[in-house]
C-alpha cells in the first residue's frame, strides 16, 4: 500500500503531537485561586484631615464644673480689695476690728495680702513691765504670704504666713502670724467672701530681750521658752473682696 508524501507528513505530526506530554502553561497566564482585587484609591490628605478635624469638633465634651471660678483665681496676674471685721482673743482692749485690705495673686495658687485695722486694739506696755502679756498683742498692719494648695468648685482653703506691726507704738513692735483660711468665690468669679483664723506669737529676738529683763530685775522664776510662743493670742476676720 502506497501512500503520498503529503499524506505521509500529515500522520508524522500528529504522532509526533501525540507523543509529546503538554507544557504547562505561561504563569502569567495560569488560573489563580484568589485573583487580586482592583486597587481602591486612597483619600486625599486633606480629606482625611478634614474628616478627623470633623469627628473631634462633633466629639461629647465634659460638662463645665459648675460654680469653678476662672478669672479672680485661675488667672494668671488679678488684684483685688475689701473690707474685713473681726474679733480677738484680747481682753484689755475692744474685742472688735475692721479695717481695709489689698490682695494681689499669681497663677490662682499664691498671693500676698496686706491689711489695715482702723482701729487699733494693741497697747503700748509701760516701760517697767516685763510681763509676758506684753509681747502678745494684735497689730493694726498685717503683712502675710498667702498659698492655696487645693480648690475645690468655688471653695479655696488656704494657709498664710506673715508679719504684723504695731504703727501706732513708738517702739518696734512686731510679730509673726499664722493662720488657715477659706475663700467662697462668687458672682461672674470677681466677689468673694474669706474667712480667717490668725494666731500671732512673738518673734526670737523679743523673747530674749524679755528673758534679759527678767534676769537684770533679778527674777528667780523666768518663763519657759514654750511659755512665749503659746497660742493664745487669736483674731478671727470676715471678709469681702472683689478682684479684677
Request: glycine share 6%.
Amino acid at each position: 500500500m502506497r501512500l503520498c508524501l503529503p499524506t505521509a507528513g500529515l500522520l508524522c505530526a500528529f504522532a509526533l503531537q501525540w507523543a509529546t506530554p503538554a507544557t504547562a502553561a505561561p504563569e502569567s497566564h495560569a488560573p489563580r485561586d484568589s485573583p487580586a482585587r482592583p486597587t481602591e484609591p486612597r483619600p486625599h490628605p486633606s480629606v482625611t484631615a478634614s474628616v478627623t478635624a470633623t469627628a473631634v469638633h462633633d466629639a461629647p465634651r465634659e460638662a463645665p464644673i459648675r460654680g469653678y471660678v476662672s478669672r479672680g483665681v485661675r488667672s494668671r496676674f488679678c488684684i483685688g480689695a475689701g473690707l474685713h471685721m473681726g474679733v480677738n482673743s484680747l481682753t484689755t482692749a475692744s474685742p472688735l476690728i475692721s479695717g481695709v485690705g489689698v490682695h494681689f495673686r499669681a497663677s490662682g495658687v499664691i498671693g500676698l495680702t496686706m491689711e489695715y485695722d482702723f482701729k487699733r486694739v494693741a497697747k503700748t506696755p509701760a516701760p517697767g513691765d516685763v510681763s509676758i502679756e506684753a509681747l502678745h498683742f494684735i497689730p493694726n498692719m498685717r503683712f502675710a504670704a498667702v498659698i492655696y494648695p487645693y480648690r475645690w468648685r468655688m471653695l479655696g482653703p488656704f494657709v498664710m504666713v506673715g508679719m504684723g506691726i504695731d504703727t501706732v507704738s513708738n517702739e518696734d513692735r512686731a510679730n509673726f502670724q499664722v493662720g488657715l483660711g477659706l475663700e467662697v468665690t462668687v458672682w461672674h468669679d470677681r466677689f468673694a467672701f474669706v474667712a480667717e483664723f490668725r494666731a500671732f506669737i512673738p518673734r526670737p529676738t523679743d523673747v530674749e530681750k524679755h528673758k534679759e529683763r527678767l534676769e537684770i530685775t533679778g527674777a528667780t522664776n523666768i518663763p519657759s521658752t514654750r511659755t512665749y510662743y503659746n497660742v493664745d493670742n487669736l483674731l478671727f476676720t470676715l471678709s469681702a473682696r472683689f478682684y479684677y
